[in-house]
Each structure stands twice: as C-alpha cells, then as structure tokens.
C-alpha cells in the first residue's frame, strides 16, 4: 500500500552474512507487525512492535533474528548469519493503535540467500 | 492444521463469471479479513468484518461471516481479467492474542480468463 516504505526491496546475501530489512509505517501509524512469506505460502506472524517495545515476538526464531521499532526512524528485522532458509519475502503491516484493527502492508522485501 | 483456511486452493473462471472463495478457522475471532495480493507484490486489504457482523459488501465484494461455523466467503461478482491474484484470509483470533497479529490462510490462486 502506498505510505508504508520497505527497503530495500530485493536483498541478496550469501550465507552466514547479515540481513537488515527496514520498514517505515504510514505517518501516524505506531504499531508494526512483521510477517515471512515463504514461496507458495501464506503469511506468518513474526513480531509486533510498538515504538521503542516488543509487544509480541512470538513467530520470531528463538535464534539470529532480532527486530527493533526505536523511537525515531524506521523499524528493523535484522537476521544474523543467514541460510537459504532464510529466502523468502517478509513484509511489515502498520497500524494506528494494533489491537484487532486494519492493517496497512509494504510491499515487502524479498531476500534471497545464496 | 493452522487458522484461516481457504479453499479452494485453485480457482480458473471466465470474465464475467463469480468467483467465491472461502475460508474456515479454529479459534474465536474479534475480526476477519480479507487481503489481495498480485504476484510478487504487497498486500491490499480489501474487507474487515467483526465478529458480530454477518455480511458486509464493498463494490463488487461481499464478505459473508459464520461464526458458528467458524466459515467466511468471500464473493466477487462480475470478474475482471484484473481480478487475477492471489486471496488471503486473515484472522485476529482474540484468545492469547496480544495486539491483534493476523493468523493468514494458504490463500485462493485465482485467474480469470478474458
């Protein structure tokens, strides 16, 4: 959806290097949710931020992978020394208060590990 | 199995043709939504109903809701070539659900023949 900026767009990482994935929300928008979209699957619930916590990070890998909503700039999805089962596209939704209403996506980005 | 199912998986219909998908989940809901996505892009929203609403239309959409069968349908009348894309449904499930995350189906592959 136009407003909520992801970049970069297509990222590509050989194993064992680091991936940084940012997500700006629409103006006004303090929650951000992270979802991975693995090749011919739905959407999964990774994390839910709000501007300098996480509420929620109950879809996270318990490992390498680590997500940020500071008080100024975007949010962050870092995942540390990636493998090919990293390769997917992970997209961030943002809404105004969280709790059960729409949710605005990027257009995601789709990282690709070699 | 997870919340939020779609079926069929499939769907190939003519311009003009409708076109009804839908989707079964698990657990009790505060809302369900319905998401678009044309491939290798983002999602767009298309429709929210709550949980005490049984129909809902906008445009050529109409989204019913069963929650007593835990079953929604979704119905786009009069389809478009431009129809072509990828259909979600997701749900706010509202037991140990900080937030509101979306749960997403699998999805409805749909293509409309021009």
């Known amino acids: 959806n136009a407003g909520v900026m992801q970049n970069p767009r297509h990222l590509v990482r050989r194993r064992g290097q680091e991936a940084r994935l940012r997500c700006s929300p629409m103006?006004?928008?303090?929650?951000v949710y992270w979802y991975r979209q693995l090749p011919e699957e739905g959407l999964k619930f990774m994390v839910y931020?709000?501007?300098?916590?996480?509420?929620?990070e109950s879809g996270m890998p318990k490992e390498r992978f680590s997500a940020e909503f500071p008080k100024e700039g975007p949010s962050i999805l870092r995942i540390q020394q990636v493998v090919r089962g990293d390769s997917a596209a992970y997209f961030c939704?943002?809404?105004?208060?969280?709790?059960?209403?729409?949710?605005?996506f990027g257009p995601g980005t789709r990282l690709t590990v070699l | 199995s997870q919340q939020g199912e779609e079926d069929p998986q499939a769907l190939s219909i003519q311009e003009g043709e409708n076109a009804t998908m839908n989707c079964s989940y698990k657990?009790?809901?505060?809302?369900l939504q319905w998401y678009r996505q044309n491939s290798g892009r983002g999602l767009v929203h298309l429709i929210l109903?709550?949980?005490?609403?049984r129909e809902k239309h906008s445009g050529r959409l109409r989204v019913t809701l069963d929650t007593s069968k835990k079953s929604s349908s979704l119905l786009i009348t009069a389809s478009r070539a431009a129809d072509t894309a990828s259909y979600f449904c997701?749900?706010?499930?509202?037991?140990?659900?900080?937030?509101?995350?979306?749960?997403f189906g699998q999805g409805t592959e749909l293509s409309v023949k021009p």
């Open positions: 939704a943002g809404t105004t208060s969280g709790n059960y209403n729409e949710q605005f």
């Open positions: 103006k006004g928008h303090s929650h």
């Open positions: 931020l709000q501007k300098e916590n996480i509420i929620d």
């Open positions: 657990t009790s809901i505060n809302n």
């Open positions: 109903i709550r949980s005490n609403e």
């Open positions: 997701a749900t706010a499930s509202v037991r140990g659900n900080q937030g509101g995350k979306l749960i």
